[in-house]
């Protein structure tokens, strides 16, 4: 267990792929983050959802981290191995009448929400309308979602994001009640991330900007779950030639490191608003990027402009 007080920091890669060149910027951003700070970096393979997850993705991710120089300070967790504690934890709150079966089809949710005049979807995802809050109407159990209406009033999350500054949502109104597992598929990504963040006693969050939309959800099921929050850092995102996050999806190519590992550091060191390190080996160029993290944490995380494009 970590010590009281001591920085833990952690890169938490879903194996959909080889890690690319966007993916990096949150594992080094990470790392340098732990380092900078004279902490622990951990490593948490994220694949909960196993249809998504590509065999041997994950022991590849592993091994690019490995010649970026970027070694985890402990094994890393699989989450596949983590049903019995997520289970726990769904129990705890289904104890404290915070989760609540839910029997509803897509179909049923996007008509209920028609009828309503409400859009059917945010980011892709419907705001579940609540249907089941009262109970599953004779209806077979199809997941289980997170209350967020307490008390008859809105959740409202106010955090602040160390670069982004103060943030706030009504996870009620903009997310609705969520779903934490479906029936007979996976653990959410929201229960598990909260979950290991807390058990791996992880006390800063360094990741994707397009992650931060997901924060408060997580800082609600701390709260309900009596998890302390860590803080968090959302660093830019690598974006591809259509404007889209980076991904596997719309070309991200795997990191080339036959090369060496140094050009892709500094490549995404530019997306950190890092300047440029003069290194021969990964180890020497890691070294002299910790005290330039240091000063980017100092400079209030002023010098990351990065928006747009992969810088070459
Ligand atoms: N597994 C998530 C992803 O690869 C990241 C989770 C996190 O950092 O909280 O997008």
Known sequence: ?????????????????????????????????????GGRWLVRIEDVDGPRCVPGAAELILAQLARCGLVPDEAPWWQSARGAAYGMALQRLRDAGLAYDCGCTRREIDDRLAAAGQA?????????????????????????????????????????????????????????????????????????????????????????????DNTPRQMLLQRDLGLPAPSYLHLPLVRAADGEKLSKQNGAR??????????????????????????ATPAEWLAKAVPAWAGIIAAGFSTITHTKGFPR
């Open 1 to 37: 267990m970590p010590l009281p007080g001591a920085h833990v920091g952690r890169f938490a890669p879903s194996p959909t792929g080889p890690l690319h060149a966007g993916s990096l910027v949150a594992a080094l951003g990470s790392w340098l983050d732990a380092r900078a700070a």
């Open 120 to 212: 059917p979807a945010r980011h892709g995802e419907r705001i579940y309308p609540g249907t089941c809050r009262s109970g599953l109407h004779g209806k077979a159990a199809r997941a289980v979602r997170l209350l967020t209406l307490r008390g008859g009033a809105p959740v409202v999350v106010e955090w602040a994001d160390r670069r982004l500054g103060p943030q706030c949502q009504d996870v009620t109104h903009e997310v609705g009640d969520f779903v934490l597992k479906r029936a007979d598929g996976p653990w959410s990504y929201q229960l598990a991330v909260v979950v290991d963040d807390a058990a791996q006693g992880v006390t800063h969050v360094v990741r994707g900007e397009d992650l931060a």
């Open 254 to 279: 795997p990191l080339e490191l036959e090369g060496g590992a140094v050009p892709a550091l500094q490549a995404a060191a530019v997306v950190l608003g890092l300047p440029r390190i003069g290194a």
